[in-house]
């Protein structure tokens, strides 16, 4: 079985000098420690390990937006983006495609996009569900979106929050990497609720956005966003929320079904079960997180196939979830149409 790596992580060389540069926290030490994420060399060797196995590679976090100001921010995105394609086009044999990266604090986002798909090839965006604490429904972000609906690239969404949000009001950040742990697959989920109800899919009808970590908590709780959000409006007094769901085209949980979802949830598989069930297997693309795996090696690679393999699943449809979903997402070459 052919595998695409459809949402994994990795600095290209040039981009990667000028993060170290910026002394943003945590930088110095996480990257130490996952030479993978930006040494080629040992990508390689934990792709080696896997048989027809390739990556469509994106930009490692932080969000280009924190590092530096909206002019610097900019200079930083292009050079993501010429490396990424870079890197793409001299080994097309590992990497079948790249996702652009913007910064999103940069009122010319949107250009950069254009830019990047249509110069270099980019086959996808990347964005954070919330750009230094503003909703991505906020209306400066909207031709980004616009953008990639006009392109035809779907949009990768992935979490953004660190330890200065903090858990309880009387405190002054989050403890025990709560934040990472509950709070990503919460911004995660926040981050769908607003562009549903905000009606930016509704406005964009042929926009595809990828939820990184299968739909994060959504599946789990299908229940209140079914039933439950059916119900908007009726727990609250000091707003007409029910005005907000009259004003939608279809229910909210069929445009939270509408989204695509990717396998990485650190091989677990209640998770995937989970996802799969509710998803269905023509919007979930393999994906690993490759390479941040707590055993500094390829276990999230292994585990997650392992997982998928271990599934009663049709032929198609293991076919569609291990390469299938992501030619034809992210156009690439001999996908079908």
Known sequence: MRYIDAYNHFFPPRYFEALCQTGFPGIGKRVREIPCIHDLDVRFRVMDQFDDYVQVISLGQPPIEALASPAEAAELARLANDGLAELVATHPDRFVGHTATLAMNDPDAARELERAVRDNGANGVQICSNVNGKPLDAPEFLPVFETAAALGVPVLLHPARGADFPDYRTEDKSKYEIWWTFGWPYETSAAMARLVFSGLLDRLPELKVVVHHLGAMVPYFEGR???GWDQLGARTSDEDLGAVLKGLKKRPLDYFKDFYADSAVFGS??????GLEFYGAERVLFASDCPFDPEKGPGYI????AVLESLDLANADR???CHGNAERLFKL?????
């Open 225 to 227: 966003v079914g039933p």
């Open 319 to 321: 076919a569609s979830i």
């Open 333 to 337: 070459k001999g996908a079908a149409s």
């Open 302 to 305: 292994r585990d997650t196939i």
């Open 269 to 274: 598989r209640a998770a995937t079960v989970c």
